[in-house]
């Protein structure tokens, strides 16, 4: 991973301004993702254009819904069917021939594997990149304190988990299954709710100050990952994507901060950060 944001920053070379999000963080976890499936990395902007279609477009479009569902199955059905024949050293391998308790796991649930693996692991994790990534262009205080210490002193770790409180990217849906309240609001089987991570983790009576970013938040015990059974499964690729994405950018740009003639687009909706960040770099 440092490698490879080495090597997008390297692509960037002497220019004086930048897209943040576009020559940067959206390229990070969908290499990831590429890498650990075993795809070719030209996949990417096909993986792209089905996150953006089926967050942004889907919740008001259900015949989009369904023509990237189609196409996500037939791509996952080649590439599995393809491992089956020709076994290689990665995790469509591992999908294609898994088993559970002895039995080998349905052809839909290992088509889900890997829809999931693109769903829950590309722009999510580009999102929390990109929120760091604007915020710190914001705190030059910030940056310098995160330059003048080593990659792995603790004040990266907090910035990190930091970064994920403040700018929480996901927020997931529920249908409730059983007569309940929720702080006297009453809640029937079969509504539809919203988990909300983000205000959760702005939540006056967890958290000291939730409104202010503290680089030196010790205690942090924020729910961007979810909670429970469904917990992320990919929190600790996404806390390393992040950690080795800021380092690097925050060590080759130091300067960096926002492009005042520019500004920052978000996508919002279940999965929120910036798909654009104009920066200047010098
Ligand atoms: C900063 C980046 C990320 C954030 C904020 C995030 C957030 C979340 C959240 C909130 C959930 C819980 C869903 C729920 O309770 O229903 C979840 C589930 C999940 N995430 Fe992540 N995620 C991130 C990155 C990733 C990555 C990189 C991967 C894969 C490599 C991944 C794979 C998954 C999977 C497979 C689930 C479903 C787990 C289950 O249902 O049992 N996530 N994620």
New binding site residues.
Partial sequence: MREFCRRLIAEIGDASSADAAEQYSQHI?VH??CS?LGVPESDADMFRDWIYRNFQLAPKDLQERLRVIAEMVEYASAALADRRREPKDDLLTLIAHAEIDGVPVSQDLQVGYVQ??VL??ID??W??IGSGLWHFAQHPDQRARLCSVENNDVLWVQAVEEV?RFY???T?ARQVIGETDVAGCPMHPGDQTL?T?PAANHDPAAFDHPEIFDLDRERNRHV????????????N??RL??TVALQEWIRAFPNYRLDPGGSTTWASGQVRGPRNIPVILS
Wanted: with cysteine.
């Fill in positions: 976890p990831g993702i650990m999931l693996m829950a692991g999510t994790t999102s929390a994920l929480a990217p996901v997931m988990v991570f961007a990952f979810g909670l429970g059974i469904h917990r992320c499964l990919g929190s690729l996404a994507e992040l």
